[in-house]
Nanobody, 115 residues
Framework: QVQLVESGGGLVQAGGSLRLSCAAS????????MGWFRQAPGKQRELVAL???????NYLDSVKGRFTISRDNAKNTVYLQMNSLKPEDTAVYYC?????????WGQGTQVTVSS
């Protein structure tokens, strides 16, 4: 079993930056992939970025060049560095972890970008 706790959301002006953190606990060694999803009002949840155990990354096209996903294995934590934020980035951001059998979700953290 894996537990995920996100932090780092908040209110920021367009062009600003935020760093989201996701601390994982439990059966850490079973995780193969971690990622960040987001869901804006009236829209479906979408994958923003992912990182594999081998540090292969993938990004939503609209955030490429602006967002960076990384991990700190010593802290069992995954980060999403978000730069050059736009109002359309406003959403609840959710941390996700996957092992061979299951998906795990954090509670979500609100990111609001003002114009």
């Amino acid at each position: 079993q894996v537990q995920l706790v996100e932090s780092g959301g908040g209110l920021v002006q367009a062009g600003g930056s935020l760093r989201l953190s996701c601390a994982a606990s439990g059966s850490i060694f079973s995780i193969t992939t971690m990622g960040w999803f987001r869901q804006a009002p009236g829209k479906q949840r979408e994958l923003v970025a992912l990182i594999t155990r081998d540090d292969v990354t993938n990004y939503l096209d609209s955030v490429k060049g602006r967002f960076t996903i990384s991990r700190d294995n010593a802290k069992n934590t995954v980060y999403l560095q978000m730069n050059s934020l736009k109002p359309e980035d406003t959403a609840v951001y959710y941390c996700n972890a996957k092992d061979v059998f299951r998906n795990y979700w954090g509670q979500g953290t609100q990111v609001t970008v003002s114009s």
